[in-house]
């Protein structure tokens, strides 16, 4: 069920991408127009936004009303979306779309705090974003089909019944915020409690290096139907391979909850960092050794296992990045969130801007992320890589 509702986030994003060239031509953009990499962009800067109020709410309220509320904004936000008569007003709607994302996505983080800590807690993230990784694998041919059949408008009405099945399905959630853990909404309070979670090294560190990662995978989403289209002329496969890549993706995250009990989640993530750095230096040289058009196949399986080691980054540094807040989980989740996806989406939207017809500026994103990645880490780490999970 928190796979379900984490991946109404993703949901709201790979459900459409397939839909931006009839969005352009509805709204009278030229064929190669990256303004439709904007809805990607508001989305996620609302969703990061309201972060920030969802976290507060769901540690006064509890984890239930946080969620049926995001549902319903959420909801609306798609509709909205759907009956938009202009790009501005897309744009408006799907920033409201992403503030109601948001309520859904701080309270399955919490509960998993709420409920583990530890190793356990890092298997059981790992298989609720590998759910939600599997997602594109099925949501950019699902907007196909719907496509296929009604307009553009229809692909966003979705996400609408979505959103509805899994409020019914919620319905059973048991609450799990502990009682002696409730906070009250008073505005010295919640400030002490955000100042606890950006107190902590670890918590800062992780949050660092989860919005720089974040950045340039945002950009990916955003800009990879131009790229497979404009760069490589196939715009028809584009389905396809990111679904792909996607499902890969998703078995790395799988493959993590099963190992990183055993392999200790400090040591999967600080491995993980320096093979994510090595390929995107191998995705520069690939780039540039070929004027930054290389050869399509070589591009996709460089990109794969790039993708691949983020899969294994993300899930475990969020989970380490949570687990000394077990006291303002909602809170951490929501400073965690609002940090890596703001932060994220606006370095994402400014390599979007970057594009010139190669895959050089994304390429080199994925370097200077893997750098940034490294010595945030080494910062937060004291220098000590490779130790089991500690406190503080």
């Known amino acids: ?38 809805i990607v962009t508001a989305y996620f800067i609302g969703m990061a936004l309201a972060q920030v109020i969802w976290g507060p709410i769901a540690d006064r309220f509890g984890r239930k009303p946080t969620l049926f509320a995001g549902l319903a904004i959420y909801a609306l936000g798609a509709m909205a979306s759907a009956l938009a008569p202009s790009l501005n007003v897309l744009y408006a709607a799907r920033f409201f779309w992403g503030m109601g994302s948001a309520g859904p996505r701080v309270m399955a983080l919490a509960v998993v705090r709420d409920t583990h800590e530890g190793e356990e807690m890092a ?23 719907i496509l296929a059949i009604a307009s553009w408008r229809w692909v966003f009405g979705f996400a609408v019944i979505y959103a509805a099945g899994i409020a019914l399905w919620a319905t059973r959630l048991p609450e799990s915020l502990h009682p002696e853990y ?51 002329g196939r715009a028809d496969q584009f389905p396809i391979v990111f679904g792909g890549i996607a499902a890969v993706m998703g078995t790395a995250m799988m493959a993590n909850g099963l190992v990183v009990k055993s392999f200790g989640v400090r040591r999967l993530v600080h491995t993980a960092a320096f093979g994510y750095l090595l390929c995107a230096a191998s995705m520069v040289w690939v780039s540039v050794m070929a004027d930054g058009v290389p050869v399509f196949g070589l591009f996709v399986a460089v990109l794969a296992v790039q993708l691949v080691l983020y899969a294994l980054l993300f899930p475990n540094m969020n989970t380490i990045a949570m687990d000394p807040m077990g006291s303002v989980a909602g809170m951490a989740a929501s400073v965690i969130g609002l940090a890596s996806v703001a932060g994220g989406a606006l370095l994402g939207s400014i390599l979007d801007r970057a594009f010139d017809g190669t895959v050089g500026p994304l390429s080199i994103g994925f370097l200077l992320s893997g750098v940034a990645t490294l010595v945030i880490v080494l910062w937060a780490e004291r220098g000590r890589l490779f130790q089991p999970l500690h406190r503080g």
């Open 1 to 38: 069920m928190l796979a379900a509702i984490m991946a109404s986030t993703a949901l709201g994003i790979d459900l459409m991408l397939p839909a931006f060239g009839d969005i352009r031509e509805a709204f009278g953009l030229a064929d190669d127009s990256t303004a439709v990499a904007g």
């Open 123 to 145: 298997r059981v993230m790992s298989f609720i974003m590998a759910i939600f990784i599997i997602v594109p694998v099925i949501a950019p041919s699902l907007g196909a089909a």
């Open 182 to 232: 409730r906070l009250d909404l008073e505005f010295g309070r919640v400030v002490r409690a955000a100042r606890f979670v950006v107190s902590n090294r670890q918590t800062l560190g992780y949050t660092l290096a989860l919005t720089v990662l974040f950045g340039v995978f945002s950009s990916y989403l955003a800009s990879s139907e131009i790229v497979f289209g404009d760069v490589f």
